[in-house]
């Protein structure tokens, strides 16, 4: 079982990884965005088709080919923040980081389908105070 997950991450993280996958997961993330805030079931259900879509390699030519070879950079670079920031929150106490993952999350969603700035607001501030929490941990700065 323990191997199979493994296998499964793997997967996913490959396909999410490549550069045509990658631009579709930003565009679901919008439109699923867009959904939430305006109650439009039809973008939900366009976000939710086109990120199962994106589990699957898009027989698309390389971006170097449609002139994207910047794009293609710009991405190698954040799935590598990406890929530091997954591995940073699993190092210590990975349960518990991932409960606050989930909990951000899910508070973003909600303000998003309660159309409430304020919360949003007070979800960008929670995540930064986690972030210098962090920091000054990593620095020996007890809270």
């Known amino acids: 079982m323990q191997r199979d997950l493994k296998e499964v991450i793997n997967y996913l993280w490959q396909h999410h990884a490549a ?14 965005s867009t959904g939430m805030w305006k109650h439009e079931p039809v973008y939900i259900a366009i976000g939710i088709i086109l990120f199962a879509g994106s589990l699957f390699t898009l027989p698309l030519p390389p971006m170097e080919q449609a002139g994207l070879g910047w794009l293609k950079n710009m991405i190698a670079a954040l799935t ?27 508070a973003t969603g909600f303000a998003l389908w309660q159309n409430d700035i304020p919360m949003l607001l007070f979800v960008g ?14 620095n020996g700065i007890k809270p």
């Open 80 to 106: 590598e923040v990406e890929r530091f920031f997954w591995t940073r929150i699993c190092e210590r106490r990975p349960w518990l980081r991932i409960v606050v993952v989930i909990f951000f999350t899910s």
């Open 125 to 138: 501030l929670g995540l930064y105070l986690l972030k210098i929490l962090s920091d000054n941990i990593q």
């Open 19 to 32: 550069p045509w996958n990658f631009c579709l997961h930003a565009i679901v993330v919008c439109i699923l």
